[in-house]
């Protein structure tokens, strides 16, 4: 087991699936973690759960909803003050919508949610992965990437809304981000990579709002991977060894895979990240 005693962690998404999973694995090894739940309530119980299988663990629980704009600031300006480092940041949160719903900032919940929120977070708390480098942010896509598609005059589906695609092109975009960001930070010591974790039971589809679309994700359920080893491949590109110096790289099953010729397109990556900045201000 990889020794991560005094690197201090924060994993996103963690009151349940892989994320719960990917604190109880990280607190395991000995590492500082912090929950950053949108729910505090779900993630006391998230919490409780995990600390019954620890002993002596150092986790935190703090509120971020990463589809707010002031919740991420709020809750990097508290992290940067209590915590003077950071080894790790796992953007893990998810979520898909069946009805298209707008937050209070005016971005579409899903593309907020799995994209904006995770860029955003990732850039208010990069001045402190630099301070404490080595360190790695680690970026849950998805293999629906593969069928995702890049509209940067239509980024938060005004014409049309389809949560699949959405929820595909989102992960797409985040995928394209890992390989600006990590192309970025050459040299810094802040290494970005993305994973796919597969086909994973979670609570992913709870806030579908779609009857139909819940009974899809519960026929589905059988065939899916149980979270602990869904979270496998986070947990080993946030802790390993043998992935120290590696970034901008996709991660599936423990192992670097090549990715889309769409997802490569540096051009189009710096007109998303561009795009991106514009959006988020």
């Known amino acids: 087991m990889t020794d991560m005693l005094g690197k201090i962690c924060i994993v996103t998404g963690s009151n349940s699936g892989i994320g719960k999973e990917t604190v109880l694995a990280l607190a395991e090894m000995g ?14 119980a998230a919490l409780e759960e995990i600390l019954q299988q620890i002993e002596e663990p150092h986790i935190e629980l703090m509120q971020c909803d990463v589809a707010s704009k002031s919740s991420i600031e709020k809750f990097a300006s508290e992290f940067n ?4 480092s950071l080894h790790v940041l796992v953007n893990n949160a998810g979520a898909v919508f ?3 719903q707008m937050t209070d900032d005016g971005f579409e919940r899903t593309i907020a949610v799995n994209y904006l929120g995770p860029f955003l977070l990732t850039r208010e ?7 404490s480098a080595p360190a790695r942010v680690v970026n849950l896509s998805s293999g ?3 069928s995702g598609r890049v509209n940067l005059d239509d980024l938060q589906s005004e014409k049309k809304y389809s949560s699949q695609k959405v929820y595909r092109n989102a992960k797409l975009l985040l995928l394209m981000q890992t390989y600006s960001l990590a192309r970025k930070l050459e040299g810094s010591g802040v290494a970005v990579n993305a994973v796919l974790p597969g086909f994973v039971a979670t609570n ?3 806030n579908s709002g779609s009857r139909m679309q819940d009974l899809m994700f519960g026929m589905m359920k059988p065939f ?3 979270p602990k080893k869904g979270a496998e491949t986070s947990v080993y590109v946030a802790s390993s060894p043998e992935v120290e110096g590696l970034s901008g790289k996709c991660f599936s099953k423990k192992q670097v895979i090549s990715t889309t010729e769409l997802s490569n397109d540096e051009s189009l990556q710096n007109q998303l990240w561009d795009k991106t900045g514009e ?3």
Do not use: C, H, I, T
């Not at 590492?31 to 006391?44: D, F, I, K, P, Y």
């Not at 708390?125 to 301070?131: E, G, V």
């Open 204 to 206: 992913l589809g709870k």
């Open 125 to 131: 708390l990069l001045p402190l992965l630099k301070s």
């Open 144 to 146: 629906l990437y593969k």
């Open 81 to 84: 003050s209590n915590f003077d």
């Open 279 to 281: 959006l988020l201000g």
């Open 98 to 100: 069946n009805r298209r």
């Open 224 to 226: 899916q991977s149980k």
């Open 31 to 44: 590492a500082s973690v912090v929950m950053a739940v949108r729910n505090l309530e779900r993630g006391q």
